[in-house]
């Protein structure tokens, strides 16, 4: 469980444009949670909501219910694939071949309640970057 008062996004809403990555996302709980509490600091700035992007991949596209609390705000992409066949590195390279990412990205990889297998594949695509 993620306590809430354990998510400090003050030092996340700077300059620098940012990417966050949820895997083994299913309904995009931990993704709506931080988009909240960014929305909740950044107030209404477009120019910070445009800076931050959020990426979403599972294999079940059947939960996407959460998504659209966000989509407005953040630019958000989200994939149905295996986390086993995600290429974090080709995923951003294309991202940015299409004007949708600019070069400079901090990257934050996050995921909730994903088994060992996921885990296990979602360590190995982030250090193969
Ligand atoms: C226990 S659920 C947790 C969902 C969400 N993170 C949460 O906290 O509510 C695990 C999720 O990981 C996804 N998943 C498991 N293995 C996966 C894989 N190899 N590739 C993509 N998604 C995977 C499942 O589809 C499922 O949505």
């Known amino acids: 469980m993620v306590e809430k ?27 709506s949670f931080a988009a909240e509490k960014l929305k909740e600091h950044i107030q209404d700035d477009k120019s910070k909501e445009k800076s931050i992007k959020f990426m979403i991949i599972d294999r079940d596209t059947r939960r996407r219910k959460l998504d659209k609390t966000f989509r407005d705000e953040f630019e958000t992409f989200r994939e149905k694939m295996d986390i086993a066949d995600f290429n974090l590195e080709a995923f951003i390279s294309h991202l940015q071949e299409e004007g949708k990412l600019v070069k400079q990205n901090e990257l934050y990889c996050i995921a909730k309640h994903l088994c060992g297998g996921a885990t296990d594949l979602s360590l190995c695509s982030i250090l193969e970057r």
Request: charged share 25%; glycine share 18%.
């Open 5 to 31: 008062k354990h998510l400090d996004v003050g030092n996340l809403t700077g300059e620098k444009n940012k990417l966050f990555i949820e895997y083994g996302a299913g309904r995009a709980g931990l993704s």
